[in-house]
């Protein structure tokens, strides 16, 4: 089939969905080759393959993976071939993509337990059952030496140091190990391995899969479009959304917990939230969001409505209206919640403790200087009382301690 000889009505399909390809992403590239295969599937009611491969360096999914799920689902609800790759024998490298220094190796026990989670979590998504779910092991464990040496020579290594964190560390004189130089190799093969006819990720792999389409030319496939979408930014404003940075928002949190970090994110991010996560679906937000960035509108009233959209695409409609109530009652207003946990501790015969050393046992802060950070910005309550010095000694009884925002506890001390 030429594109001079393309039905009319396969043209006009041909386009409509080149359309969604295109929707929210940075760069398409080999649109134009793609093009023509988009047509034949059509024609022959054969499907594409379109891979996303993530690396499971982390037991969370969060709201940045979601961005490129979403794409997936988007081919997928065409008809087409939804591949989720895992990466576990990737994992095992350490994707270089984005790092000033090498990235730490993780064991294999913690690979297969994360790569565990992202098959669960992955469902609030996409559609399991039609969806063709692999891990780079299957084939990357039975290549000889001999197959990844041939592997290794549809590729220079000058080519590879023009990659901009390579060439970064190359001019500082940080180190470069030679394990790292391999991932590319192995995210081209994974596209030789599933045929893959597209590859969705974020704008941090464009090098990985730009590469895999050399990779799959040496093995005398054709080459896979890729597109590319944008890096989400995480709750501190300033770095991409990141478990190893602290400044993530997991699919999986409570509906509580995601609504209230999705409230902590600067009016700048929220812009950038808008525009990254709505997924063709928050047409009706447009005014105000253009109003807010024109310094007017309510900030406030439109984070509440990402947030509670946002909660309810993953949690159910009920979940984000009830998460908004609370957001409004307990952090607003000011009101206790009605779902207080309660917590237990013995003072072994002394006759007080601290707060310091209570809420260490209960583990509602990671450290003791967590706990002082958070009474010196006011963020500490005992019975409705701020506390400044949590070295306060606390008697038997029963208090209602607050820490932070979100995290509450009645705790009977005797």
Partial sequence: MTTERIDPKVASEVERQLALFDRDAIDFFGREELELRLATSIVEERPLRVKLGLDPSAPDLHLGHTVVLHKLKCFQDLGHTAIFLVGDFTAAIGDPSGRSKTRPPLAREQIEENARTYVDQMARVLDVERAEVRFNSEWMDALTPAD??????????????????????????????????????????????????????????????????????????????????????????????????????????????????????????????????????????????????????????????VARRLVARYEGEDAGAAALDRFERVVQAKELPEDIPEAALSLDGRTDLSILEALEQLGLTKSRGETRRVARQGGLTVEGQKVEDPTRRLVAGIYVIRVGRRKFVRLSLD
Avoid at 202 to 216: H, I, K, P, W, Y
């Fill in 148 to 305: 990844f040496v041939r592997l290794c020579s549809h590729y220079t290594v000058a080519r590879l140091l023009e990659r901009d964190d390579f060439a970064k560390r190359f001019a500082s004189g940080t180190a470069i190990f030679a394990h790292e130089l391999l991932y590319p190799f192995v995210q081209g093969y994974d596209s030789v391995a599933l045929e893959a006819d597209i590859e969705v990720g974020g704008s941090d792999q464009t090098f990985n899969m730009l590469m895999a389409r050399e990779v799959q030319r040496g093995y005398g496939q054709p080459p896979q479009g890729v597109i590319t979408h944008p890096l989400l930014v995480g709750t501190d404003g300033t770095e991409k959304m990141s478990k190893s940075l602290g400044n993530y928002i997991g699919v999986t949190e409570t509906p509580n917990e995601m609504f209230g970090k999705l409230m902590s994110v600067s009016d700048a991010a929220l812009l950038e939230y808008i525009d990254i996560l709505a997924n063709g679906e928050w047409e009706d937000l447009a005014p105000i969001r253009e109003a807010m960035e024109q310094g007017s509108g309510d900030p406030m009233g439109l984070k509440k409505e």
